[in-house]
């Protein structure tokens, strides 16, 4: 029953809109608007149930029960998704995002090799190429504007399908470039895109329903494809290069050396986990770089302390390499900064797989309850950030030190679930 969900659980909770009310509509799913007055409607306390139409979700808000969650009782809260979400018809749906208990364990084991700072080293010259165009095509717009939102959108796309699969995207002519526009198309955020994700999310029976999918088929049929001639055409000429199709390859190689393994890496799953390196990279990517070169325009004396910081690192090394940029703190401030002030990904989604106690506490979680974890809200929470909606990169400064264990700062997630991608976008953003 609805209406008694949640106190029956002895859980405090926002009483869900009347299915007649003229709200109905927005209250099917968590959007920023929502999740601000749920998160107020909290108020200190340590969680509070809502419904999404008549779906009950457990926010929880407690630093200490939300590390409990992601991290010491990972096992009992580790989908991040319903198991309804995943059609096997779908090759592209068996990515690591969209995996869920041994299969989602198994292949992460085997791909995080991918994503070590070894290997991002090896492929650091893949983004410094891409970057090294973009400055020259930024050099023509001395003294106009520039939209910077697009700009940031192309160097993103363009730099990971780079270190994806080594494809040049013609990242600043997108009218010739196939890729760039079902790309776009596939990646692209929107309303209607964010209706879609959501709605499949926490209306999995809905989305099935109206027969939606995630992304168009022509272009997931594309990217499919596109992914598997890479691989087939590398494997007949021996062509290699430090990219994500190369490293999973070398990995479907040891994988299938290795008496008793199970099935590996099959060529389908390895274009899943290109596509999904893109479906997760490219749209957090963009934000971010946005959202720094917003916040760096309002405020020019910041601007000028990351300039000198450049300068003086080009100056000892004369050039940029992996080295001199992880050496430059201020930089990377300001992107943890950037990341505090506007995550882009806002809350986390978790689903309970085994009936137990929230941790730390005695209320009883039944299996397949929706738990979600209000990012955006807590990185704005004055209780632990103070002056949240000012940009202040000094909070990350090691004598400050923010981001203490009580400090809910997670714009990548955390425990075992947490972005496979976190050193990758390190590398890539401060560049
Ligand atoms: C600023 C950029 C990025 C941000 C803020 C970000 C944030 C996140 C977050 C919050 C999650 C969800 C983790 C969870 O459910 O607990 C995630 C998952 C993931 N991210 Fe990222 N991400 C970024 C860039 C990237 C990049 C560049 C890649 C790959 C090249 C990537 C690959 C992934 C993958 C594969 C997952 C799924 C992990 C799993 O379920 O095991 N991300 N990311």
């Given at each position: 029953n609805t209406c008694s969900y949640w106190s029956a659980r002895g859980v405090p909770y926002v009483p869900a809109t009347p299915l007649?009310?003229?709200?109905i509509l927005k209250s099917l799913l968590p959007t920023p608007e929502n999740l601000g007055k749920i998160y107020k409607s909290a108020?200190?306390?340590?969680y509070v149930g809502f419904f999404l139409l008549r779906t009950p979700v457990l926010m929880v808000c407690n630093p200490e029960i939300i590390n409990g969650v992601l991290r010491q009782d990972f096992q009992k809260f580790?989908?991040?998704?319903?198991?309804?979400?995943?059609?096997?018809?779908?090759?592209?749906?068996?990515h690591l995002l969209a995996l869920q208990g041994e299969k989602w364990k198994n292949l992460r084991s085997k791909i995080i090799?991918?994503?070590?700072s070894g290997k991002l080293k090896s492929m650091y010259y893949l983004i410094n190429e891409r970057v090294e165009e973009f400055l020259r095509v930024l050099?023509?717009?001395?003294?106009k504007p520039i939209d910077a939102e697009k700009f940031c959108s192309q160097i993103s796309i363009s730099s990971i399908v780079s270190c994806a699969?080594?494809?040049?995207?013609?990242c600043m002519d997108p009218a010739n470039d196939r890729f760039l526009k079902i790309g776009r198309s596939a990646f692209e955020a929107g309303f209607w895109k964010m209706v879609k994700v959501q709605l499949k999310m926490f209306h999995p029976a809905i989305f099935n329903f109206l027969r939606?999918?995630?992304?168009?088929k022509d272009s997931s049929d594309f990217c499919e494809n596109f992914i598997k001639d890479v691989i087939a055409h590398r494997r007949a000429s021996g062509y290699t290069r430090s990219d994500y199709v190369d490293i999973l390859m070398k990995i479907q190689k040891e994988l299938s050396e290795r008496?008793?393994?199970?099935?590996?890496?099959?060529d389908s799953l390895i274009a899943a986990q290109v596509f999904s390196f893109l479906v997760a990279g490219y749209e957090t990517t963009t934000t971010t770089l946005c959202c720094a070169l917003y916040e760096l325009a309002k405020h020019p004396q910041i601007v000028e302390q990351v300039r000198a910081e450049v300068l003086e690192s080009l100056g000892t090394s004369g050039c940029f390499n992996y080295e001199t940029l992880m050496g430059m703190e201020l930089l990377e401030r300001v992107i943890k900064e950037t990341l505090r002030k506007h995550?882009?990904?806002?809350f986390l989604p978790r689903i309970c797989?085994?009936?137990?106690?929230l941790p730390g506490t005695e209320v009883m979680i039944e299996k397949g309850t929706q738990l979600l974890i209000p990012v955006l809200n807590l990185h704005h929470d004055p209780i632990y950030?103070?002056?949240?909606d000012e940009f202040m990169p000094?909070?990350?400064?090691n004598q400050k030190?923010?981001?203490?264990?009580?400090?809910?700062?997670m714009p990548f997630s955390?425990?075992?679930?947490?972005?496979?991608?976190e050193h990758k976008i390190n590398g890539q953003t401060f560049k």
């Open positions: 007649f009310d003229k709200n108020e200190g306390k340590d580790s989908a991040n998704r319903k198991p309804e979400c995943v059609r096997e018809d779908d090759p592209l749906s068996q090799p991918v994503f070590t050099d023509q717009y001395e003294g699969f080594g494809l040049d995207t013609k939606l999918t995630g992304y168009s008496p008793g393994q199970d099935n590996g890496l099959s995550p882009p990904v806002v797989t085994e009936t137990t106690y950030v103070p002056q949240p000094e909070r990350f400064s030190q923010f981001a203490l264990p009580n400090v809910p700062y955390d425990g075992p679930r947490k972005c496979i991608g």
